[in-house]
T-cell receptor, first 113, second 114 residues
Framework: DAKTTQPNSMESNEEEPVHLPCNHSTISGTDYIHWYRQLPSQGPEYVIH???SNVNNRMASLAIAEDRKSSTLILHRATLRDAAVYYC??????????????FGTGTRLTIIP | ETGVTQSPTHLIKTRGQQVTLRCSSQSGHNTVSWYQQALGQGPQFIFQ???????GRGNFPPRFSGLQFPNYSSELNVNALELDDSALYLCASSLWLGPYNEQFFGPGTRLTVL
């Protein structure tokens, strides 16, 4: 599995935008970039995914570099409920039905009131 | 529509014992995966089942085994428990479509081995 690199921790003020970076310099052309987050005492939850183009959904935006070697998860207006560990994960073409996610240690996001 | 549920919430066992953890997948999902999450670490993939067949396994010994039932509920069994098996065990269910579908995680079972 291609490796991702994320900062261990980040802080942001409440109601301000947050940019969470992820480096994946060994990404292959068919790898999808996924983001999950894990709130305290909960299982991970899906946030967003993309392949080449920038993506938006109700939770966040995903900006993907043109060479695809890095991406940035953008929370447009952070709230205290966004305090979590954020994981950047690559998923490639694989066996039919293969759902394996390879988690790193993620970025622990702290929101300052 | 109910989400992914797991039971029990917490469990305490002693070294050498056996344990069974249960997961109820989200309705319509055909794949269930199990993960082990040690304190301060990201979840580690144990194995997954697709339509009741094991369809991938991580770097875990054979004493970790599982089952998926026709109603897509699932069990994780761990034999001969060791102290290092103390962790949060997560299951995730999905409807496999490709490397782009989202997975839905349960809240986990916290296992403590004494």
């Amino acid at each position: 599995d291609a490796k991702t690199t994320q900062p261990n921790s980040m802080e942001s003020n409440e109601e301000e935008p947050v940019h969470l970076p992820c480096n994946h310099s060994t990404i292959s052309g068919t790898d999808y970039i996924h983001w999950y987050r894990q709130l305290p005492s909960q299982g991970p939850e899906y946030v967003i995914h993309g392949l080449t183009s920038n993506v938006n959904n109700r939770m966040a935006s995903l900006a993907i570099a043109e060479d695809r070697k890095s991406s940035t998860l953008i929370l447009h207006r952070a709230t205290l409920r966004d305090a979590a560990v954020y994981y950047c994960i690559l998923r490639g073409q694989s066996n039919f039905g293969n759902e394996k996610l390879t988690f790193g240690t993620g970025t622990r996001l702290t929101i300052i009131p | 529509e109910t989400g992914v549920t797991q039971s029990p919430t917490h469990l305490i066992k002693t070294r050498g014992q056996q344990v069974t953890l249960r997961c109820s997948s989200q309705s319509g999902h055909n794949t269930v995966s199990w993960y082990q999450q040690a304190l301060g670490q990201g979840p580690q993939f144990i194995f997954q089942y697709y339509r009741e067949e094991e369809n991938g396994r991580g770097n875990f010994p054979p004493r970790f085994s599982g089952l998926q039932f026709p109603n897509y509920s699932s069990e994780l069994n761990v034999n001969a428990l060791e102290l290092d098996d103390s962790a949060l065990y997560l299951c995730a269910s999905s409807l496999w479509l490709g490397p782009y579908n989202e997975q839905f995680f349960g809240p986990g079972t916290r296992l403590t081995v004494l």
